[in-house]
């Protein structure tokens, strides 16, 4: 399975904002499954369960020190995730995650800081004729100050590395279901 940087896709809730962020990025991999009918509770669920150990490690290790910095860290009041509730609704707050937007192919998650704003799309393109189902990832970052700058420079590097090798457990995910 191949996963690709794209262009942000047109066919995005994001796609009204674009020019209105100071970074952006999509990767993109098709999706084996003719029918086109996966959901956003099972786009969802493979998002949150497609973490690498080592994502999970660094994720940890941010915690600890944006804390200090009166950040946030998504580990108060957010929604524990079981395996029947990923029908997330807006407003939602899962991890560093809040709900923003969701409709019957896209869920846009992220939050919103003193530093920076952040959304996640989890995009599927159920396409029509030969063209074959993507499921893309986008992300788009807005900075308030120097300090939103200098977090997203060492995140920056990392954020590439995790969101591939994420999409591409997620893909898997989804054909297995299937």
Known sequence: MKITKTKFPEGSVLSR????????????????????????????????????????????????????????????????????????????????????????????LGENDKHLDFRVSILYDKASGNKGNFLTISTTVKYHNWMGILYFLPVRPFHQLIVPVMLKKMIGKLESRL
């Open 17 to 108: 904002e674009e020019t209105g962020f100071d970074y952006t990025d999509s990767f993109q991999g098709e999706v084996l499954d003719n029918q086109g009918n996966i959901s956003t509770a099972e786009i969802s669920k493979a998002f949150f369960t497609s973490t690498p150990q080592w994502g999970k490690k660094m994720f940890a290790f941010r915690n600890n020190i944006v804390k200090m910095f009166g950040l946030k860290t998504g580990t108060d009041n957010s929604k524990p995730l079981t395996s029947d509730n990923f029908n997330l609704k807006v407003g939602e707050q899962v991890g560093i995650f809040k709900v923003f937007d969701q409709t019957n192919n896209e869920i846009i």
